[in-house]
T-cell receptor, first 111, second 114 residues
């Protein structure tokens, strides 16, 4: 989606914390999703935000600010298996009920 | 949790042949199913939205006569790639949604056209 922006790549160290940002532009809004995708596999759901604030789920948290069109995914206590692509997706506005994905952020966790 | 299956998981075919990919929701009824395509190192691009019992809605730039979608029941949608060419080689992923809830993704189908 051309109106959903994420960094292309990030590298972090095992055990550390990493924040992956996502900005979006849409005339309306009905939810923002984060997915994890390992190479050659389908995306798996991580989190969903529709109201402003922080949603925490174990090592993963996601934040949303609708007024700023901004979200981030926070990964704590990084593990090697967290190396994957992280996709931000938006629903609503001109997208209707469709889920439109950003280009994804490739996260590399090093030991 | 909700499970979505795809069949086949991978397929290799000759240029000019047609390939059918099935997407099934195993434990829920999916009023809407979505078909995505993903090229290497790129994100998922929505191809079309299919609603049970009605014609699919295609995204701009997707040829509806080439990518035939049939959503004949609340648990099955099929995507047929007609007269496939090497440039159609990609990872095809479906997702299904019960009502207005979250989408659940299938495991994907890797298509290679020789």
């Amino acid at each position: 989606g051309q109106n959903i922006d994420q960094p292309t790549e990030m590298t972090a160290t095992e055990g550390a914390i990493v924040q992956i940002n996502c900005t979006y532009q849409t005339s309306g809004f009905n939810g923002l999703f984060w997915y994890q995708q390992h190479a050659g596999e389908a995306p798996t759901f991580l989190s969903y935000n529709v109201l402003d604030g922080l949603e925490e789920k174990g090592r993963f948290s996601s934040f949303l600010s609708r007024s700023k069109g901004y979200s981030y995914l926070l990964l704590k206590e990084l593990q090697m298996k967290d190396s994957a692509s992280y996709l931000c997706a938006v629903r609503g506005g001109e997208y209707g009920n469709k889920l439109v994905f950003g280009a994804g952020t490739i996260l590399r966790v090093k030991s | 949790g909700a499970v979505v299956s795809q069949h086949p998981s991978w397929v290799i075919c000759k240029s000019g042949t047609s390939v059918k990919i099935e997407c099934r929701s195993l434990d829920f009824q999916a009023t809407t199913m979505f078909w995505y395509r993903q090229f290497p190192k790129q994100s998922l691009m929505l191809m079309a939205t299919s609603n049970e019992g009605s014609k699919a809605t295609y995204e701009q730039g997707v040829e509806k006569d080439k990518f035939l979608i049939n959503h004949a029941s609340l648990t099955l949608s099929t995507l047929t790639v007609t007269s496939a060419h090497p440039e159609d080689s990609s990872f095809y992923i479906c997702s299904a949604r019960p009502g207005r809830g979250r989408q659940f993704f299938g495991p994907g189908t890797r298509l290679t056209v020789l």
